[in-house]
């Protein structure tokens, strides 16, 4: 009796896991990426962008709800607090901190560029020129008055 419900605990994970896999999304839904804030955290559908070879001078627009109370931050004069920065490609260089915290060395980039808010502030958009394959790390910043939400997904170009 015990294998029989080891069995079909098994088929029933399978059958869930079946569930929630998804067909590749289009180009469209990978340049037009849909922002939205749950529990106090950003979603980005889909959440990791990826481009292929043949898809170059791509026009990436994120895209916030029309009803949306957060918006894009609009370029300051410190360009590291707008919308979306592009930090840079991600090396496989290890840089080592005296603090026991590691992080990835970045190098900087040229392949996501000319990025802009638009529409009020609900949109954001660079332009992906794909000339190389990489893994870009990009910060997202969303603001609602003082309130600041930030989120660092990638962006890979294959």
């Known amino acids: 009796m015990k294998k029989s419900h080891v069995i079909v605990a098994i088929c029933v994970l399978l059958l ?38 043949d898809e170059r001078d791509v026009q990436i627009v994120w895209q916030l709800p029309k009803d949306s109370k957060y918006r894009f931050p ?49 949109e954001f958009a660079c332009l992906n020129r794909h000339t190389q394959p990489g893994l870009y790390k990009y910060t997202i910043r969303l603001r609602d008055g003082s309130n600041e939400l930030k989120r660092d997904p990638p962006i890979a170009n294959m």
């Open 16 to 53: 869930g896991g079946c569930a929630h896999l998804r067909g590749i999304p289009s180009l469209e839904e990978r340049s037009r990426p849909q922002v939205t804030v749950r529990d106090g955290r950003i979603v980005i559908t889909p959440e990791i962008l990826y481009y292929l070879p």
């Open 74 to 122: 609009t370029r300051t004069n410190n360009a590291k607090e707008q919308g979306i920065v592009i930090e840079g490609r991600l090396t496989d260089r290890v840089l080592r901190s005296t603090d026991g915290v590691d992080s990835v060395a970045l190098e900087k980039q040229d392949e996501i560029v000319r990025c802009e808010v638009r529409n009020e502030g609900l």
